[in-house]
């Protein structure tokens, strides 16, 4: 079975930056399409990045495009989140996911899940 472990949250400035990491164990992480989402209290998980298999494409949510960057190592079986200029609505807890087929905005569409990382940015 695959397992996702997040890590990296904390609590932040305003305009502080932050590195989520996700490992994943199991096999076949490099044919693995990779995505972060947040769910903020009171409000519906987002999508917020997502990268393919080979990481030769990305894609962002509006709301986080040119501040956030997915990343990923596939020889380490890992993926990044680097956050930039982090903004208080940036608070949620970020989790981690693995996708199989093809890349959605859809968070039911993605087959494993982390356990989240708490990221707090206060103004």
């Known amino acids: 079975q695959v397992q996702l472990v997040e890590s990296g949250g904390g609590l932040v400035q305003a305009g502080d930056s932050l590195r989520l990491s996700c490992v994943v164990s199991?096999?076949?992480?490099?044919?693995?399409?990779m995505g972060w989402f947040r769910q903020a209290p009171g409000k519906e998980r987002e999508f917020t990045a997502a990268?393919?298999?080979?990481?030769?494409?990305?894609y962002y949510a509006d709301s986080v495009k040119g501040r956030f960057t997915i990343s990923r190592d596939n020889a380490k079986n890992t993926v990044f989140l680097q956050m930039n200029s982090l903004k208080p609505e940036d608070t949620a807890v970020y989790y981690c996911?693995?996708?199989?087929?093809?890349?959605?905005?859809?968070?039911?569409?993605?087959?494993?899940w982390g356990q989240g990382t708490q990221v707090t940015v206060s103004s």
């Open positions: 199991g096999r076949g992480f490099s044919s693995y399409a």
């Open positions: 990268i393919t298999a080979n990481g030769g494409i990305t």
């Open positions: 996911a693995s996708e199989r087929a093809l890349i959605t905005r859809n968070s039911r569409s993605w087959d494993y």
